[in-house]
Structure formats: structure tokens, C-alpha cells
């Protein structure tokens, strides 16, 4: 199965928990979890998404697998760096960014139950969008589950191995001798030839008589 992306499950329970805090919840309860810590709980499940969704339509992802392990890492450290460490320093956001180490504790919480969740809902889709190797079976292994009963491409009958000779058939001409020599004939003797014909070997050869 192909990662969603924007129609991811987990993203979209993550976009409707958050308008459902952000303008409901928030309202009916004061101070606590809800305020403090929800939104980081649901920060890595959320952006996720979105940035991998950005990088696949820009060319920077190669293929459409859940996200993998550094995908999930990199964005938790960076984010976390980011918002916790160095922009509470600065004093034109130090009202947005608190330096609140509880919040790297759920951004971490959240990124490992979103990982978990990916990779039991895509457990079939990792490696989805790569080029698949050819489904068929290796040489030697196909037709019902048999090796290939290809055979070597025989000799016609009348060769022979070796250096072997028609040892039984005799003409007197050099060279039918050297061409039953070089084919390595194991024939019986030649096939009559009509009267004032050249004698004929089964193999073809004619002897050249002068």
C-alpha cells in the first residue's frame, strides 16, 4: 500500500484533533495537557505529511513508502533544536517559543507511536514506487515450479566425437578420407551411386575422382 500523504489516516485524525482542541476543548477545560502539550503530541504526525508530500511533488522523494525511520528522526531533532533551543534565546519570540523540555519529551512520544502506526498500516507498501525486479522466476525454475529442460543442441546422427572414421568404408579417394576424418562420421559404408557417378558417403561427401 502507497503512503496517503495528505490523505493519510493518522494525518487527518491529527488535523481534526487539533480543531477540535484548539476551538472546543480548550474551552471547556482550563490550563493542563490540552493546553500545554496536545499540539506537541501531534506535531510530528501532522507536518510529516505535508513535508513529505511538498518533497515527492518536488522530486526529492523517490518513492511512495511510509515514511522511513530518518524521515521521522531528522524533522523530531531539527524541530526540536529549533523551537526549544535556539528561538526561545531570541527575544522577539521568546513569547511563541518556550524552552520547555516536556515538549521535546511529547514531540519524541509522538513521532514513535506516528512510526509505529505507519508501519503497521503500510506494512505492505515499503519499497512502494522503486522499481520492482522482474516477477518472474529465475532461469531454471520456470514452467510449474520445474527446472527448464533445456538440452544442448544435438549433432545430426551420423557425427560422431573425436577424431573417429568410417573405418568400414574404404574408397581409395584422399579426399572423402580427410572429410570423414574432419567430421568425425561413424556411418556404415557409402550408398550406391548410379553407374559413372561418384561415390557418395551418407554424410554427403563425393569423392572427386580424376
Not at 489516516?9 to 476543548?25: A, E, H, K, T
Not at 531539527?78 to 528561538?87: C, D, I
Not at 516536556?102 to 513521532?111: E, L, N, P, R, S
Amino acid at each position: 500500500m502507497r503512503f496517503r500523504y495528505l490523505a493519510d489516516p493518522l494525518f487527518i485524525g491529527c488535523v481534526i484533533l487539533y480543531f477540535v482542541n484548539r476551538f472546543v476543548i480548550k474551552r471547556l477545560v482550563t490550563g493542563g495537557f490540552f493546553h500545554a502539550y496536545l499540539n506537541d503530541l501531534i506535531c510530528i504526525p501532522f507536518w510529516v505529511p505535508i513535508m513529505l508530500f511538498f518533497s515527492r511533488k518536488a522530486g526529492l522523494r523517490e518513492y511512495d513508502g511510509p515514511p522511513r525511520a530518518d524521515e521521522i528522526l531528522i524533522p523530531l531533532i531539527l524541530w526540536s533544536a529549533w523551537f526549544k533551543m535556539f528561538l526561545p534565546r531570541i527575544a522577539y519570540f521568546s513569547r511563541l517559543a518556550v524552552a520547555d523540555y516536556a515538549d521535546v519529551f511529547f514531540y519524541t512520544i509522538g513521532a514513535l507511536a506516528a512510526w509505529m502506526l505507519w508501519e503497521i498500516t503500510y506494512r505492505d507498501g515499503r519499497g512502494a514506487g522503486r522499481q520492482s525486479p522482474d516477477p518472474s522466476p529465475p532461469a531454471g525454475l520456470r514452467g510449474f515450479g520445474k527446472p527448464d529442460q533445456q538440452t544442448e543442441p544435438t549433432a545430426p546422427k551420423h557425427m560422431g566425437t573425436g577424431r573417429r572414421t568410417c573405418t568400414s568404408w574404404s574408397t581409395g579417394s584422399p579426399l572423402i578420407r580427410i572429410g570423414v576424418r574432419l567430421s568425425g562420421c561413424t556411418h556404415s559404408p557409402a550408398t550406391p551411386s548410379p553407374a559413372g557417378a561418384s561415390p557418395r558417403h551418407p554424410c554427403g561427401y563425393s569423392a572427386v575422382l580424376s
